[in-house]
């Protein structure tokens, strides 16, 4: 197994490699906002039209237009790492309206997903922008029945289905009340005019086209894109040979390159998602635009050496772990706890 420090002493020019793929490109940014706005207004109209026809169409047209609604958020997530734009102002703007159609909160959610990516995999920061996580002891010292509540919320059901609809049209619409967060105050004023405008929106489109038809198309390309999000941000960073560490230990680049993964699939659909799945090369530098992350990957072919390699096949796996062995600094499942507590070894 490749030890931290033969990682740190390979990538210890990571800056410099980085840096020629951080300079936005007008031309990309554009072409990508046409060919992901003008498709997906088309396919949604398709929808409108083809509830008429047969509903099981509507939601077939409705799960392909949710990967468009995923480029516009690599869009705004982008302009929230001002990095799709040269320009703050321009990339607020187009950040701004990019979540009127993802239904997550622009400036909001912009800070909390920074807090991310500056504590990513910091045991003590497992609560902003983050998936709850808890370690084989803190898990051990649960009674039965917070076991049991930590087990439904790791669910399938609950992680990949209600969930994602719950963070959409919930979590997303309330601040938090974690301590830190409370202080965003700007943030927090964001989100009220944020939900206010959406608010706007939802009640013009139906009297526009009828509520009835209204939510039947717009309901699933949001359920849809709420699995796929959460589905992506799942497996780039619950993978088995991950990186956690409190903070006295933890380091970023190890973090970004042991605790994100490298999700490899087709192009077409790294195209739909954004080039995201080079999540580790995404977060050595947030800086680098979604559209110069496949160049970056290809051209710099030392950070896949020491980065989790997912197909879609693999990645399926990353479902089922569940708790964080500090011992062993890997993700393990339900029943790996269960059998080495029943051995005494947890």
Known sequence: MTTSEEIK?????????VKAYQVPNIKKAVTQICNSFLPFIGLWILMYLSIDISYWLTIGLGFLNAFFLV???IIQHDCGHQSFFKSRKVN????????YFSLIPYKYWARSHSFHHAHNGQLENRDIGDLTTLTVNEYKALSGWGRFKYRIYRSPLIMFCIGPVYYLTIHSRIPSKNEIMKAWTKERKALWRNNIGLAIIYIAMGFLVGWKKFL????????????IAIWFFYVQHQHEENYKQWKENWEYLLSAIRGSSYYKLPKVLNWLTGNIGFHHIHHLSSLIPNYNLERCNRENPIFEKYV?????????KCAFYKLWDEEREKMITFREFYKMEKLGLA
């Open 216 to 227: 039947l198309v717009q309901a699933p390309i949001i359920v849809f894109f709420g699995i």
């Open 308 to 316: 989790t390699i997912l197909t879609f096949k693999e990645s399926l």
């Open 92 to 99: 607020n703007i187009i950040g701004q309206v990019c979540s």
């Open 9 to 17: 002493k390979a990538l210890k020019d990571w800056p410099q490699r």
């Open 71 to 73: 480029r516009i958020f």
